[in-house]
């Protein structure tokens, strides 16, 4: 028999795994941990949400939904976004519920991407984005982002980056992991470069309802946009439902017909029970939502206020969960700080670099912790840093 190795196909071998597990795994066999490593909400999904799943097996409803999804729930998530994002979106055809946004940035990246396609990726960035273009037969072309613009991409930047080749960009906002949310004129700049060589966007917008100072502007509210934005959202992070596995694409009619393809034959459909709880999620819970948003800002503010007095700088993130502070002035990479961090005062963190270009000498830290967490964690730093 040839070795095991010889029969995992090369596009899989060459793949790293997951950067952010092996701090995971280092984590759990230990005792203590403060963990500021897990990118997922600590709130329980709310009661009312839980009972919608509940009752529709009580009701009996355990079968396959419709391919794209309930439909109910597509047009409960159509009211959404017009009325929150003011995107219009047909429920019919324009929607496809999917498998967490894990899914939907799949079958995007997979629906779009020809052999040797380039896909301009804005780093640091969710660890799935290179993987998944890689996997779809595409290729990287990574544009880092800096500090000293709030993680921002610099509009140039991106119009040096396309090719004769590039497809699309990929782009998420709030960002994972530097936090960083793009305001509306962000985006216009932006967009001029994508409508000027004629580019799609794949918008990751999953982290839309964690927006603390200003409101989230969607790339597919734009205008001349929703043609060209498959749009990625979902209810993992703003509704805390990660174990759902639910999430959605927003797409123009031909984009979502062809996606809908490798969806169904892939997935089938969305989890049924998940789909009944995302109804009364939409229709009833955004109250809970609010108070979870309210609740993250008063911990960003706590936490990012105190990483600057411990003399780690860094930015405040608009949105999401995350603090990106800079690690440079130690003298350690990202990958020595985060083990010893967690090896001296267990405290767990995620070295930047497993995000891409411009990580290197960061951490992430998730602040979807308690305010108690918190407090220990910084109590924590502050001494690693003394020991230093
Ligand atoms: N996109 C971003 C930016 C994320 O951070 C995550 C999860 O961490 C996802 C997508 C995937 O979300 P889901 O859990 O819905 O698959």
Redesign the pocket.
Same mark, same amino acid.
Request: proline content about 0%; aromatic content about 12%; charged content about 20%.
């Given at each position: 028999m040839n070795t095991m190795k010889s029969y995992i196909a090369k596009s899989v071998d060459k793949i790293p795994p997951s950067g952010i597990r092996k701090f995971f795994d280092l984590a759990a066999n230990m005792e203590g941990v403060v963990s500021l490593g897990v #990118?997922?909400p600590d709130f329980v999904t709310s009661w009312s949400v839980r009972e919608a799943a509940i009752s529709s097996l009580e009701r009996g409803y355990t079968s396959y939904t419709a391919n794209a999804g309930l439909i109910e729930l597509r047009r409960a998530i159509a009211d959404y976004m017009r009325e929150r994002f003011q995107a219009e979106y047909d429920p019919e055809q324009e929607i496809i519920v999917t498998s967490? #946004?894990?899914?939907a940035?799949d079958i995007a990246l997979r629906t779009i991407i020809d052999p040797g396609d380039e896909i301009a990726v804005v780093e640091p960035? +969710?660890v799935?984005y290179g993987p998944l273009v890689q996997l779809a037969g595409g290729n990287v072309v990574s544009i880092g982002t800096l500090a000293q613009n709030d993680f921002k991409l610099q509009p140039e930047e991106l119009e040096r980056a396309i090719t004769p080749k590039t497809k699309a960009l990929l782009i998420?906002s709030p *960002? *994972?992991p530097t936090g960083t949310q793009l305001a509306r004129e962000d985006l216009i700049a932006i967009c001029d470069i994508v409508k000027k060589y004629d580019l799609l966007v794949i918008a990751?917008e !999953?982290?839309a309802e964690l927006a603390y100072d200003i409101p989230h502007t969607s790339f597919a509210s734009l205008e001349g946009m929703k043609e060209r934005t498959i749009l !990625?959202n #979902? +209810?993992?992070?703003g509704f805390a439902m990660?174990g759902w596995?639910?999430?959605f694409t927003c797409a123009p009619k031909e984009i979502s017909k062809a996606m809908l393809k490798v969806h169904q034959y892939t997935m089938m459909c969305a989890s049924t029970p998940a789909q009944y709880a995302a109804i009364e999620a939409l229709q009833n819970g955004m109250e809970y939502v609010e108070e979870m948003k309210n609740d993250y800002r008063r911990r960003r503010n706590f936490f990012v206020e105190s990483l600057n007095e411990l003399g780690l700088d860094c930015h405040m993130p608009g949105g999401?969960f995350y603090a990106f502070p800079s690690i440079k002035g130690t003298g350690l990479s990202s990958e020595q700080f985060a083990e010893q961090l967690l090896l001296s005062e267990k405290v767990a963190v995620v070295p930047g670099h497993v995000f891409g270009k411009g990580g290197e000498g960061y951490i992430r830290c998730s602040y979807a912790s308690s305010i108690e967490q918190l407090q220990e964690a910084i109590k924590r730093m502050k001494r690693f840093l003394a020991s230093l």
């Open positions: #990118g997922e967490g #946004g894990s899914e940035l960035c +969710f799935s998420c *960002n *994972n990751d !999953i982290y !990625i #979902g +209810f993992s992070k990660t596995r639910l999430g999401a």
